[in-house]
T-cell receptor, first 112, second 113 residues
C-alpha cells in the first residue's frame, strides 16, 4: 500500500519560476524523504526530514513538514530546465519496520 | 568508486522462463531492497533484507524470489509464476533501514513476451 501521495501529479513551469509539490500521508511517521528520478534512471535522494523537524534546506530546495496536517511540501526555487524529473516522497510508519513507502510522484517539466 | 550497480540494463525473456536480475553494492550497507516500477507509477516493494541470510517479503512478493548470501549482493529472480513481469526493476541499499537515505541503482528494464 502507498502511504504518501504527491500532489499535483504533473506540474509544468517556466525556467526561473518556483515549483512546489506536496505530499500527504495517512498515519504517523518517523521520517519523510524526497527523491528525484530522471526518466529511465534510478532515484536520487534529496532530503530527509525527521518527524520532530519542521523545515530543512539544501541549496535551492526547501522541505517543510506539518505533522498535524500529515503533509510535507518540497519547494524548488529558481527552477532550471535540468530540474525536469519526477519527484517522490517516501515515508516510514511510526511503530513499523522503518521500511519507506513511496508515493506515485509528481512529474515536473521546466521549460527553458 | 562506491555505488550500487544493476545488470543488465535491458533484459528480454520469453514467457515461462525464470530470469535473475543482479544487484551489487560496495557501500558496506546492511539493508538492500528491490522495487518494481510500472509506467507513471510509484515504487512498490518486492523484497528487502536487513542482514545477510535474512530477507522479508514486501507488498508484491508473489512470483519473485531473492537470496542474500553476501552483504554486497541481493539478486532477484522473476519466476514464471509472476503474471505481469514486464516492468522497471530498481535495487536500493541503505546503512540500516528507512531512517537513512536509500541509494539506488540505475535499474533493469525487463520485457517478457
Amino acid at each position: 500500500s502507498q502511504q504518501g501521495e504527491e500532489d499535483p501529479q504533473a506540474l509544468s513551469i517556466q525556467e526561473g519560476e518556483n515549483a512546489t509539490m506536496n505530499c500527504s500521508y495517512k498515519t504517523s511517521i518517523n521520517n519523510l524523504q524526497w527523491y528525484r528520478q530522471n526518466s529511465g534512471r534510478g532515484l536520487v535522494h534529496l532530503i530527509l526530514i525527521r518527524s520532530n523537524e519542521r523545515e530543512k534546506h539544501s541549496g535551492r530546495l526547501r522541505v517543510t513538514l506539518d505533522t498535524s496536517k500529515k503533509s510535507s511540501s518540497l519547494l524548488i526555487t529558481a527552477s532550471r530546465a535540468a530540474d525536469t524529473a519526477s519527484y517522490f516522497c517516501a515515508t516510514d510508519h511510526s511503530g513499523g519496520s522503518y521500511i519507506p513507502t513511496f508515493g506515485r510522484g509528481t512529474s515536473l517539466i521546466v521549460h527553458p | 568508486d562506491g555505488g550500487i550497480t544493476q545488470s543488465p540494463k535491458y533484459l528480454f525473456r520469453k514467457e515461462g522462463q525464470n530470469v535473475t536480475l543482479s544487484c551489487e553494492q560496495n557501500l558496506n550497507h546492511d539493508a538492500m531492497y528491490w522495487y518494481r516500477q510500472d509506467p507513471g507509477q510509484g515504487l512498490r516493494l518486492i523484497y528487502y533484507s536487513q542482514i545477510v541470510n535474512d530477507f522479508q517479503k514486501g507488498d508484491i512478493a508473489e512470483g519473485y524470489s531473492v537470496s542474500r548470501e553476501k552483504k554486497e549482493s541481493f539478486p532477484l529472480t522473476v519466476t514464471s509464476a509472476q503474471k505481469n513481469p514486464t516492468a522497471f526493476y530498481l535495487c536500493a541499499s541503505s546503512p540500516l533501514d528507512g531512517r537513512y537515505e536509500q541509494y539506488f541503482g540505475p535499474g533493469t528494464r525487463l520485457t517478457v513476451t
